[in-house]
């Protein structure tokens, strides 16, 4: 369980980031981290086009009723392509707020269309005095910036909340935005689904035991084992996967981040509570999480567009892809079998959130994510729990998506029921306050 230095309810303090910021910062402030990461073999950022076409498509589709003639805030800025989809809507004024150095290349930019004296000499004349550049983080006191009708971002990062960039969101839409205002993005669902992965979690296991050997060139390593596997199976697997894998299907919906009412504190400690039933009988190495954006405006604007973008393992692939979190000891499950139990992230002091997660076959009650184990739980054959911190990501780029007609599930070691599954599942979905189990 968290530690009491990890946890904000037991010390009654958020974890700051003011240590993390300067890396944090000078990260964005590449060129390259704006285009291109080459080593995933996948776009990012700009040259995501799943991400960029979905916000220009959000802006440019609501950009009579929210964008034009109006003032909007652009938090995060990056290199600016959001304002300038903003502009391109009819935005009166855009204030691009940019904490990093990429802020004064973004300037360069609106300075070649503010100096040219002629449109025809201008290099993107459509800019021409509509971006205010601001250098600085959205929550430096005194900005230069009045209430706007309109907020853009992307400040989302793997499992929708790394990097605590959403906090700032938040804070921008408390400080800034008018009454009924327009926010893009408007929600973030959160989705969690079992997986089976055997050579994933193998290879992962094969990392730990090269610290269980009794003489490596003379030395004994094996005192450092068990801190090796937890550190090993800590950290959460970015990358995509095949949805074939998944044992169960994702939660209809999600767990919905709503931008326009969710709370700082919620955003900072949420537990996500699940409950599949297994399509397959198989091994449960783990929970597999993704995310979906709508960009819906306020219900103020009942003849807006929604647009939806999903990160999910059977979608047109991101730069976020999506992110594993492996048991330490896998859990056996029979088709039709009910998964249930819970997900806790709590934001740490690295841009973050330390998770916590309990995942359960079959009946019983859930202990209490605030609860610390006990030895108890060591006991408890249908039950597992694992805790990974989310800024220590691995990686895993070895799946590329294949149409196969002849593909059958026992191939991933997952296998059909003999007959079809009663798809209805009524389970409560109770914690144990005393962390006494009921089997």
Not at 42 to 54: A, G, P
Not at 221 to 236: C, I, R, T, V
Not at 404 to 409: T, V
């Amino acid at each position: 369980m968290l530690s009491e230095t990890d946890d904000p309810l037991v010390n009654g303090k958020i974890p700051s980031t003011e240590g993390r910021d300067p890396a944090y910062f000078s990260y964005y402030a590449m060129l390259q981290h704006q285009v291109v990461f080459k080593h995933s073999r996948t776009q990012n950022m700009l040259q995501d086009t799943v991400r960029t076409s979905t916000y220009r498509s959000a802006i440019l589709l609501n950009g009579p009723l929210c964008f034009h003639d109006k003032l909007v805030l652009d938090v995060g800025a990056g290199s600016g392509i959001l304002s300038y989809f903003a502009v391109q809507a009819g935005a009166q004024k855009v204030y691009a707020v940019e904490a990093s150095q990429m802020a004064e290349k973004m300037r360069k930019l609106v300075e070649a269309a503010n100096a040219a004296e002629s449109e025809a000499l201008a290099k993107n004349a459509f800019l021409k005095d509509k971006i205010e550049v601001i250098q600085a983080k959205i929550e430096d006191p005194d900005l230069p910036i009045p209430k706007v009708d309109t907020i853009i971002s992307e400040p989302i990062g793997v499992l929708l909340i790394h990097e605590r960039m959403l906090e700032s969101y938040l804070y921008a839409r408390d400080t800034y935005l008018k009454p009924g205002g327009t926010l893009f993005p408007s929600t973030g669902s959160i989705f969690l689904a079992p997986f089976s992965d055997a050579a994933l979690w193998s290879e992962t296991m094969a990392k730990a035991r090269f610290w269980e050997q009794p003489s490596f060139y003379g030395v004994d390593l094996s005192a450092l084992y068990s801190d090796a596997k937890d550190e090993m199976f800590g950290m959460p697997v970015v990358g995509s996967f095949d949805p074939r894998t998944l044992i169960a299907q994702a939660n209809p919906g999600g767990y919905v981040v709503d931008f326009y009412t969710v709370t700082l504190e919620e955003l900072q400690d949420m537990t996500i509570p699940f409950i599949w039933q297994a399509s397959y009988t198989g091994i449960v190495h783990g929970i597999a999480g993704w995310f979906d954006l709508h960009f819906s405006p306020p219900s103020s604007v009942p003849t807006g567009n929604t647009i939806a973008m999903s990160t999910g393992p059977a979608a047109e692939r991101t730069h976020w892809q999506q992110v594993r979190f492996l048991l330490k000891e896998p859990l056996a499950v029979n088709a039709g079998q009910t998964i249930q139990g819970w997900m806790r992230c709590v934001v740490n002091e690295m841009r973050s959130y330390t998770i916590e997660a309990e995942i359960m076959v079959g009946e019983g009650q859930l202990t209490n994510p605030t609860i610390p184990l006990t030895s108890i739980y060591n006991l408890d054959f249908n039950r597992r729990r694992g805790k990974w911190r989310l800024h220590e990501q691995t990686y895993n780029y070895n799946y590329y998506p294949q149409s196969d007609n002849l593909f059958r599930p026992e191939y991933n070691c997952l296998y059909e029921p003999e007959h079809p599954l009663d798809t209805t599942v009524v389970v409560e979905n109770n914690f144990v306050e005393d962390n006494q189990f009921i089997i």
